[in-house]
């Protein structure tokens, strides 16, 4: 017990020293959000090595993954850890709860040479608008019950609950008359208040990208940070780019409930590079080092001159292939590195390296892909492909997308390929009835990247021995059921 608290101590003191220095400057820092919903998944010791290599010091996470936050440990690396929507209602029921999950999923990990929690995400973007108000009577009492734990354990000092809010938490067709939207008024004045006598800054996802793709009347040129045709007059103000303007309606939203100086994180921020039209390298490149610069300028906005977000985080890190795709096709592709740690095109992040670093030692399965049998009547396929790209990602292949425009055949190898990988390769996965079969040749065309899966497998050895009895089990299974199917037993 003394040892973590020793060390914390030592912690909290540099950290004060940095503190103390950095605002003086009023700097913000880039750090990354890493979601982890991939097939593909790296080792997350990949990941962080990918970090440090890119010197990123501040990292969000959605949960708080035991894998990730180990891997995260000694570090040095400042963590935003998350707790999901689902389980605020347990959180918000009682201190028995909150004080386990505290314990178990902060306390464990700090002290010296463990992961440095800066923050709890409490539910993520529970205030959405398409979420109709499920979550809303959790998150308060959560908050209380979670600063009480973390009192408890004397960690409230250090370790800061936040509640990030999508953009959509406010509105107005000009910033300076930015407010809450009524439904959400009450809890918002609550919260801030909350994170006001805390020292928590309030957390805002910006999303420019949505607001083009949603809105054909919206201005392309304003959603990116090199000047426009669109200017937003607002009274002696002039907003020449919508995350700034956003950002002020933002501010202006929090004067109205007097806490207009609150500090502000952007918690999610980025553009997406493929699945859709206006999501493509070349505009995610010109947004985010457009973005990274404007914010590193320290110019700040209008209502905030000189005064640039507390900190930024894009999204994404990694993209993820197993999201939801209900927001749209470009949702599993917001990364700035594909989902194997390779960057998708030229970044500066402002953090010592002109170009991003990709990663190492990544290991994949062997190179191989499964596609359309050419010697094949392939009129049978439809549903093959369907079922496939259910499980798999396909949505490069959507209008916009890097393999769109490869054909009625390109289209059933890309799906069978996708599939394969998914199911790491195994052989009975590229069958289709007959319709697939494996190649060693890299059926990539141009843009477009048939992918091969990598492997999470840890040098211990376990993890083959226990693939290798699941995939015998499996075929002792299958070989069952044939026997029971052609009723020999
Ligand atoms: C965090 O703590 C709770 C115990 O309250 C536990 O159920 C949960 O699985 C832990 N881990 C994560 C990722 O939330
Ligand atoms: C990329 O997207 C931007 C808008 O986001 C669009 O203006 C541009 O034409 C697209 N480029 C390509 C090559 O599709
Ligand atoms: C390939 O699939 C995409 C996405 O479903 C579709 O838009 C495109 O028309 C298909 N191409 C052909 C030639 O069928």
């Known amino acids: 017990m003394l040892e973590p608290r020793l060390g914390f101590t030592a912690a909290a003191l540099v950290s004060l020293f940095l ?13 990354v959000n890493w979601g982890t919903l991939s097939f593909h998944k790296l ?25 990730v936050l180990k891997a995260l440990m000694g570090s040095g690396i400042q963590v935003v850890v998350g707790i999901p929507n689902e389980m605020l209602a347990a959180l918000s029921s009682s201190t028995v709860a909150s004080d386990s999950w505290v314990r178990q999923n902060v306390s464990k990990y700090l002290g010296k040479g463990g992961a440095d929690i800066r923050y709890v995400a409490v539910g993520n973007e529970p205030f959405l608008s398409s979420y109709s108000g499920q979550y809303e009577p959790y998150v308060i009492p959560a908050l209380l019950n979670l600063q009480q734990s973390l009192a408890k ?10 509640v990030p809010c ?11 008359q930015g407010a809450f939207r009524p439904e959400v008024t009450e809890v918002i004045t609550q919260l801030v208040s909350f994170l006001n006598s805390n020292g928590s800054p309030f957390v805002v996802n910006i999303y420019p990208f949505l607001s083009l793709y949603g809105n054909s009347d919206f201005p392309q040129d ?23 303007g956003n950002f002020d309606t933002l501010v202006a939203a929090l004067s109205k409930l007097g806490y207009g100086q609150m500090p502000i994180v952007v918690g999610e921020v980025g553009w997406p590079t493929d699945g859709a039209i206006g999501a493509n390298l070349t505009a995610a490149r010109f947004f985010n080092q457009g973005l990274i610069n404007h914010v590193l300028s320290n110019k700040g906005t209008p209502l905030r001159p000189g005064v640039p977000p507390m900190d930024i985080y894009l999204f994404s890190l990694l993209d993820e292939g197993a999201k939801s795709i209900l927001p749209g096709t470009f949702e599993r592709h917001w990364g700035i590195f594909s989902f194997d740690g390779q960057a998708k095109y030229a970044l500066n992040l402002g953090l010592g390296n002109r170009l991003l670093k990709n990663a190492r030692n990544v290991r994949y399965l062997p190179s191989r892909w499964c596609v359309a049998n050419p010697s094949t009547d392939l009129s049978a396929v439809t549903d093959h492909m369907k ?27 890309y799906a069978f390929n996708s599939y394969y990988q998914l199911q790491m390769q195994n052989a009975k996965s590229c ?9 060693f040749l890299d059926p990539s065309v141009g843009d477009c990247r048939f992918l091969v899966g990598v492997t999470g497998v840890t040098s211990s050895g376990f ?8 995939s015998w089990a499996a075929t002792l299974w299958g070989f069952w059921v044939f026997l029971c199917e052609k009723r020999f037993l």
């Open 222 to 244: 304003y959603a990116f940070f090199e000047g426009t045709t669109h200017a937003v007059t607002d009274g002696a103000n002039v907003y020449y780019n919508a995350f700034d």
């Open 166 to 176: 999508n953009a959509d938490a406010y509105e107005s067709s000009l910033p300076s």
């Open 19 to 31: 503190l103390v220095g950095s605002s003086l400057k009023a700097e913000s820092a880039i750090g």
């Open 431 to 439: 069958d289709f009835d007959g319709l697939g079969m494996v190649t």
């Open 153 to 162: 354990a004397n960690l409230a000092g250090y370790v800061k609950l936040v």
């Open 463 to 470: 993890r083959p021995v226990f693939t290798w009895a699941v």
């Open 387 to 413: 079922l496939a790209c259910s499980f798999a990602d396909c949505t490069t292949l959507n209008y916009g997308g890097s393999c769109n425009g490869i054909g009625a055949k390109g289209n059933i190898s």
């Open 43 to 67: 080792n997350p010791s990949t990941v962080v090595d990918l970090l440090k290599a890119n010197k990123i010091q501040k990292v969000k996470l959605f949960e708080a993954d035991p894998d």
